[in-house]
């Protein structure tokens, strides 16, 4: 039985090399290259535009209105969300930006919440940008006849082919009826069905428009992951208005949800290397004279305020030194180091298995020999390979315990030159190559053990045995009662069911 314990060993002596290679790959060689770029070159450049955007948690001011925004219809806005419709029936809201939108390209990131009781919904909310604000209609609560493109998130099955839940996205130019009867699917420019409706987390929206295509991505609401996204439907060579409104509407029929907003984040976007506009361009001339205006007073007032303090506290620097702030050498070295004290933990505790392992397998080793001297001269061959196998796992397990013990020293003494003078990066990564390329040869080493382990044939002699047959609880007849009594019982319930649905349901 000696064996199989020794092939054991190896094999957790195998596994511990295996679990210390993926940390320094994890590891060492992220915090080696962590002040590399890892930005596309080739995607926009994003700027966050907060006179089109609200969010909690003060998105709205004492007097209940939502700064550079303006809400309508049966809207409550409050300190972290604006519900745009309660679970009330036929009720319509929505919330419309007062400024036009006078760029071309951009990205909007809507999060919000759909929630009802009842297991379907209605009717649906709506993100708009169209050339004028919508404020009231008849299509998810904003105007029909639109001139711009809507995403909907329809939560009724109007037509009836069983596709709702659905997001669709339907372009207008001014002149087009919203298709009601159809849920849009005759106009429609993109779709995916997805269930929007009661999840655990909030619903994140992310519309993109760039170079005249239209990206629509969701976040299903399943994870508290914000970039968890998934793709919903995409558009190419499509044109919307150059200039124009954001809305987000919603609206309640027969049915009714809650249909809260709570977010709206929207970022321009501008092609890499294109000169960005500069900020002075966008303020108008007496704002701009105001808030020179108000930065030269505060700039005053603060000066007196210094001189104040100086007074008050002479021993005191008035301005703090540069060495107080961390420079971009002094990160990367400190994250270095990091990485090397994880290195060194995990080679630490790898040492001690090791010698729990080599203590272990001395005593084995021990138990073994005592037993060939008690049989005499006259041994059994078969024991006699044993005892030579677990000679050789001991020593492998001596060199391995000696290379672990020689690679502590050489991460010691990496971290000791870089906390005395600072150690660079090249030396930082010559030193992580000589310590892999000693655990390579560990490996190696391992590997050559476990090869060599010769397979013992008493394991596979051994066999379970086999389980007695179970006798049958349950007759045929009786089983054959209860899928019948269960089949009708399920038939009433979809009968009953379909009464309550076509009872409830709307029609426009």
Same mark, same amino acid.
């Given at each position: 039985?000696?064996?199989?314990?020794?092939?054991?060993?190896?094999?957790?002596?195998?596994?511990?090399?295996?679990?210390?290679?993926?940390?320094?790959?994890?590891?060492?060689?992220?915090?080696?290259?962590?002040?590399?770029?890892?930005?596309?070159?080739?995607?926009?450049?994003?700027?966050?535009?907060?006179?089109?955007?609200?969010?909690?948690?003060?998105?709205?001011?004492?007097?209940?209105?939502?700064?550079?925004?303006?809400?309508?219809?049966?809207?409550?806005?409050?300190?972290?969300?604006?519900?745009?419709?309660?679970?009330?029936?036929?009720?319509?809201?929505?919330?419309?930006?007062?400024?036009?939108?006078?760029?071309?390209?951009?990205?909007?990131?809507?999060?919000?919440?759909?929630?009802?009781?009842?297991?379907?919904?209605?009717?649906?909310?709506?993100?708009?940008?169209?050339?004028?604000?919508?404020?009231?209609?008849?299509?998810?609560?904003?105007?029909?006849?639109?001139?711009?493109?809507?995403?909907?998130?329809?939560?009724?099955?109007?037509?009836?082919?069983?596709?709702?839940?659905?997001?669709?996205?339907?372009?207008?130019?001014?002149?087009?009826?919203?298709?009601?009867?159809?849920?849009?699917?005759?106009?429609?420019?993109?779709?995916?069905l997805r269930d929007f409706r009661n999840k655990p987390y909030p619903i994140r929206a992310k519309i993109t428009y760039y170079k005249k295509s239209l990206t629509v991505m969701i976040n299903n609401g399943f994870?508290?992951?914000?970039?968890?996204?998934?793709?919903?439907?995409?558009?190419?060579?499509?044109?919307?208005p150059k200039e124009g409104f954001f809305g987000i509407s919603a609206a309640t029929g027969g049915l009714a949800d809650d249909h809260d907003v709570l977010s709206f984040l929207l970022f321009r976007l501008t092609?890499?290397?294109?000169?960005?506009?500069?900020?002075?361009?966008?303020?108008?001339?007496?704002?701009?004279?105001?808030?020179?205006?108000?930065?030269?007073?505060?700039? %005053?007032?603060?000066?007196?305020? @210094? *001189?104040?303090?100086?007074?008050?506290?002479? /021993? #005191?620097?008035?301005?703090?030194?540069? !060495?107080?702030?961390?420079?971009?050498?002094?990160?990367?070295?400190?994250?270095?180091?990091?990485?090397?004290?994880?290195?060194?933990?995990?080679?630490?505790?790898?040492?001690?298995?090791?010698?729990?392992?080599?203590?272990?397998?001395?005593?084995?080793?021990?138990?073994?020999?005592?037993?060939?001297?008690?049989?005499?001269?006259?041994?059994?061959?078969?024991?006699?390979?044993?005892?030579?196998?677990?000679?050789?796992?001991?020593?492998?397990?001596?060199?391995?315990?000696?290379?672990?013990?020689?690679?502590?020293?050489?991460?010691?003494?990496?971290?000791?030159?870089?906390?005395?003078?600072?150690?660079?990066?090249?030396?930082?990564? %010559?030193?992580?190559?000589?310590? @892999? *390329?000693?655990?390579?040869?560990?490996?190696? /080493? #391992?590997?050559?053990?476990?090869?060599? !382990?010769?397979?013992?044939?008493?394991?596979?002699?051994?066999?379970?045995?086999?389980?007695?047959?179970?006798?049958?609880?349950?007759?045929?007849?009786?089983?054959?009662?209860?899928?019948?009594?269960?089949?009708?019982?399920?038939?009433?319930?979809?009968?009953?069911?379909?009464?309550?649905?076509?009872?409830?349901?709307?029609?426009?």
């Open positions: 039985m000696a064996v199989p314990i020794g092939k054991r060993l190896v094999a957790k002596s195998y596994l511990l090399i295996s679990v210390l290679f993926i940390t320094l790959k994890s590891i060492g060689c992220d915090n080696i290259a962590s002040g590399a770029s890892t930005s596309d070159p080739e995607a926009p450049h994003r700027r966050f535009e907060y006179k089109y955007s609200f969010k909690g948690p003060h998105l709205s001011l004492t007097d209940g209105s939502i700064p550079f925004w303006i809400h309508s219809g049966n809207a409550i806005p409050s300190a972290d969300q604006v519900r745009i419709t309660p679970s009330l029936r036929s009720q319509k809201g929505s919330v419309w930006s007062k400024n036009m939108v006078l760029f071309e390209s951009w990205e909007a990131v809507v999060t919000f919440r759909v929630s009802g009781r009842g297991r379907m919904g209605a009717d649906g909310l709506g993100i708009w940008f169209t050339s004028q604000q919508g404020l009231d209609g008849p299509v998810y609560g904003a105007a029909d006849k639109w001139n711009g493109i809507g995403i909907f998130f329809d939560s009724f099955d109007n037509d009836g082919k069983k596709n709702n839940p659905a997001i669709v996205v339907v372009g207008n130019n001014g002149k087009l009826v919203y298709d009601h009867q159809n849920d849009g699917t005759t106009q429609a420019l993109g779709t995916c994870t508290p992951d914000k970039d968890d996204y998934e793709f919903c439907t995409k558009m190419d060579n499509i044109v919307i092609e890499p290397g294109q000169q960005k506009p500069p900020a002075e361009a966008e303020i108008p001339k007496e704002e701009k004279d105001k808030y020179q205006e108000e930065f030269e007073n505060f700039q %005053q007032d603060l000066d007196k305020k @210094k *001189e104040e303090f100086q007074k008050e506290h002479p /021993d #005191v620097l008035g301005e703090p030194s540069e !060495s107080t702030y961390e420079s971009v050498n002094d990160r990367e070295i400190r994250q270095v180091f990091e990485g090397q004290n994880r290195i060194h933990l995990e080679i630490k505790q790898l040492h001690r298995q090791l010698a729990m392992i080599l203590d272990e397998q001395r005593r084995y080793v021990s138990v073994i020999t005592d037993e060939v001297a008690k049989k005499g001269i006259n041994a059994d061959p078969q024991m006699s390979s044993v005892i030579a196998t677990q000679q050789e796992v001991l020593k492998n397990l001596n060199d391995l315990r000696l290379s672990f013990q020689e690679s502590l020293k050489q991460v010691g003494s990496v971290q000791h030159q870089g906390n005395a003078a600072g150690l660079g990066t090249y030396e930082t990564v %010559q030193h992580f190559n000589e310590i @892999k *390329e000693h655990l390579h040869s560990v490996k190696r /080493d #391992v590997d050559h053990l476990v090869q060599r !382990s010769p397979p013992n044939p008493a394991e596979k002699m051994l066999k379970c045995p086999d389980f007695p047959p179970i006798p049958p609880c349950l007759s045929t007849l009786h089983f054959v009662v209860f899928v019948v009594i269960q089949s009708v019982l399920f038939f009433c319930y979809i009968m009953y069911k379909s009464q309550q649905e076509a009872a409830a349901k709307k029609f426009f």
